[in-house]
């Protein structure tokens, strides 16, 4: 047994970050400022992508593109929520930031079922489901494992084909940074993402996130949105008072205590700690097959997959839960499925393939801080049985 737990989770602080944030705390600018337009264009260039746009958290971000949804339409075609029939379709497993920003811009929402063997959403029930008032679709993709986003392309060119419009494919990224498939990386995929910088993310800034877009519009409109309305980049004869608000708008945008963090964080997870991540899961994949009463999901190494959560299912979840507290191992299932929470009990369908696998899935430690000892410690314990 190990003297002191193994976590699930763990922030990470690079001695950058906690030794030098005092320079920006005494600058006199710790709001909205330099550190998040250089914090951006980090981002930017490490996505390939120059439509980046910071907030204060995913969860904003998101609440923000349903705002946009609904308000003004997203995207080249402007695809808008129009009526109450109108609807966006998600899955129910994930952390309830993925989806309270839908029924909180007062949109209906449709539960898609979820896929045994990856936890991320059921494409052949999406593709069920679609209709003429899908206006878009909410992905996660679970622990940092891509959705199969080609195949979720040509849904939506199916849809196209027979409804004129491309709904639009939104992805909750919050568990992805870093996630690159044998074609892309997450993040610059032509659809619009989510990413967190929560504490226990990959990369932390304490709290924030950020929205990747694909339409210059869309982000000159976010860019507004998310400080009140107002155009902060105007010139204007008293720099205290703004022009003439044209449309309502958030406190959504990320400051630059937490901009600097971040940017001081993302060299050593871009560079050490994400391979880490994924090393850790392609270890698992090869020590965990053909233990009794373990399932492993179906990931494929040919992906590169820092993982942030890494699930399994098991029988008798119960006991083993209790029997890797007993061996210092901190495992979770992490998040309840939302769709049984009684503010969701409007939106309720039938979910087979969740059912089927939901009492059997959990998460093991997989990040940054399980070493070589570490993980070998985990299979051996989980290889005694319980």
Sequence with gaps: MTDSPIPLFKVFMSDKASGSVSKVLSSGYITQGPEVEKFEEVLKNYFSNDKVVTTNSATSGLHLIFHMLKEYGLGEDKVKIDTALDHVLTTPLTC???????????????????????????????????NKNTKAVLVVHWGGYPVDLDRLREIQNNFYQKYGFKFVIIEDSAHAFGTKTDKEMIGNTGNISSFSFQAIKHLTSVDG??????Y???????????????????????????????????????????????????????????????????????????????????????????????????KNRDRFMEHMKNKNIIVSRVHERNDKHTATKSYQEDLPLLESFIDEMVCIPVGWWVGEAEREYIVESIKEGW
């Excluded at 309270?100 to 063997?117: S, T």
């Excluded at 996130?209 to 694909?214: E, L």
């Excluded at 205290?240 to 630059?256: A, P, T, W």
């Design 96 to 130: 309830t930031a993925t989806n309270w920003p839908i029924i909180l811009n007062d949109i209906n929402l449709r539960w898609v079922d979820v896929n045994p063997e990856n936890c991320n959403m059921d494409l052949d029930d999406l593709e069920s489901k679609v």
């Design 209 to 214: 996130g950020c929205i990747n877009f694909n």
């Design 216 to 314: 210059k519009e869309d982000v000159d409109r976010a860019k507004l949105l998310r400080w009140y309305g107002i155009d902060r980049e105007e010139n204007r004869k008293d720099f205290r008072c703004e022009s003439d608000i044209l449309n309502v708008g958030f406190k959504f945008h990320m400051n630059d205590v937490n901009a600097y963090i971040g940017r001081m964080n993302f060299e050593p997870v871009t560079k050490d700690l994400l391979k880490k991540h994924e090393n850790n899961g392609i270890y698992y994949n090869d020590k965990l097959k053909n233990i009794k009463n373990v399932e492993l999901m179906d990931y494929s190494n040919d992906y590169s997959v820092p993982f942030w959560i890494y699930t399994i299912k098991v």
